[in-house]
């Protein structure tokens, strides 16, 4: 049977690295193969290489919970979640790859008085902006959400929901390899296996190149989208950034029949889950509270998440988890992302996802893409520079939601 698995063609291919390219971005995860595709579709600039130091899709990329929503409470924030999700909706014809995006409603769970008036105020503000998000009595979660624990004795009694019904999940993989495909098709080099060891920079400080452990290659800009290694390579352009790494964690129980309808997400016990479509429950966790860069975490996170997801679906209490697993991620002090200039002339930084970027992949690629074609912000990402952090123009969405993923 396997026989029919051979001779299929390589879906992009794998070039040996030019001297030098227009445009250099550093990470092939989602954001960095979306800023190579819309360089490429949107502003006409193909000769551009993505430098991967591992695997195509193998950081946060290929290791996240895939929840999408764009629910956020700022202005700001909900223009750029937002963005992505209306690419969300047409991504998978875009690319000609189904990317498996399921808008089968995300529903955040209300446990005390404090969840109830932060959700109902997000509410509204969305509906300002035009964004879908309601309020759930209890009976509405349960009709919604069946196997679901409305018991009073719960240690956190669930006392009502905010439901974004456009809200949902995507194939994560799948993500990297379509935009990977369809940059690749369009001319972008993709370079695996080759990890960026400097940024290399001209008398007057602007950036010429990068050094890599397969040699230097010259480029007019450079984009860093490395996620939880950021720091490490904006450092090697002795540029400081305001960022912390940490570990988060996730698990999948073994594959089940349809169970779980929807996405649901619980700030308070600090837990959320979705069904794949494979079966499995797949679990996400708070982060660890130390920095790191190991991708593993500390055991009693995740006994702490299954005890929460027990108690909310005690139906999954014998099931059993296949596998666990970490990624770094890169937290800003306000919790929003940094996408824009830096003092650096040339060089671009698209990081500070956190907990929460897979959902904002394809709008993150879109706007990335227009700064560094243009040299100045798209205005979708004009508020989420650098330098909010020594002016005060926060975008606070960690005082607004205490978690954001
Ligand atoms: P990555 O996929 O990590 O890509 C960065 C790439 O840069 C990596 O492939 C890395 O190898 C490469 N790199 C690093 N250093 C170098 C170097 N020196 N040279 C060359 N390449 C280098 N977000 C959501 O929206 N919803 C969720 O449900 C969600 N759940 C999550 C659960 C977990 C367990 C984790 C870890 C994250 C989760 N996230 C979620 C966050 C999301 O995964 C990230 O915000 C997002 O994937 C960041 O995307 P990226 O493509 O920029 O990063």
Not at 33 to 53: D, F, R
Not at 74 to 91: N, Q
Not at 320 to 341: E, F, H, N, Q, Y
């Amino acid at each position: 049977a396997m026989r029919a698995h051979k001779g299929w063609e390589q879906q992009w291919t794998s070039p040996e690295p030019k001297s030098e390219y227009d445009v250099i971005i550093v990470g092939a995860g989602g954001h960095g193969l979306a800023t190579a595709y819309y360089l490429a579709k949107e502003h006409g600039i193909t000769n551009v290489a993505v430098l991967e130091k591992g695997w195509l899709g193998g950081g946060n990329t290929g290791r996240n919970t895939t929840i999408i929503r764009s629910n956020y409470l700022y202005d700001e924030s909900a223009g750029i979640y937002e963005h992505a999700v209306k690419l969300w909706e047409g991504l998978s014809q875009d690319l000609n790859y189904n990317v498996m995006y399921s808008a089968r409603g995300v529903m955040m769970l209300a446990h005390n008085i404090h969840d109830v008036q932060v959700f109902k105020r997000h509410i509204h503000a969305n509906r300002l902006n035009g964004i879908d998000n309601e309020w759930l009595t209890p009976e509405q979660v349960k009709e919604f959400c069946p196997p679901i624990n409305l018991s009073a004795d719960a240690r956190y009694p669930i006392i009502g929901a905010a439901l974004q019904r456009r809200g949902g999940t995507a194939r994560h993989d799948a993500v990297a390899w379509g935009y990977a495909r369809a940059a690749a098709d369009r001319g972008v080099h993709i370079i695996q296996n080759c990890e960026v060891t400097g940024v290399r920079r001209a008398a007057n400080g602007a950036v010429v190149g990068v050094d890599t452990n397969r040699g230097p290659i010259n480029a007019k800009k450079v984009g860093v989208v490395a996620a939880g290694h950021t720091s490490v390579i904006m450092n090697m352009a002795d540029v400081r950034m305001p960022l912390e790494s940490y570990p988060l964690q996730a698990l999948v129980s073994e594959p089940v029949k349809p169970l779980i309808p929807c996405v649901i997400m619980s700030n308070t016990v600090h837990a959320y889950i979705s069904q794949s479509d494979k079966g499995e429950m797949v679990i996400g966790a708070g982060t660890d509270q130390y920095t790191s860069y190991s991708q593993t975490g500390g055991l009693h996170i995740i006994n702490h998440t299954l005890d929460a997801i027990c108690e909310m679906f005690p139906v999954l209490t014998r099931l059993k988890m296949l596998r666990s697993w970490g990624g770094i991620v890169d937290v800003t002090p306000d919790r929003s992302p940094i996408l824009a200039k830096t003092p650096v002339p040339g060089l671009y930084v698209n990081c500070g996802w956190g907990t929460g970027g897979f959902k904002a992949t394809p709008g993150s690629g879109n706007v990335f893409a227009h700064t560094i074609a243009r040299d100045e912000p798209h205005r979708i990402n004009a508020p989420f520079t650098i330098e909010r952090f020594t002016s005060g123009r926060l975008i606070d969405e960690a005082a607004a939601a205490a978690v954001a993923h």
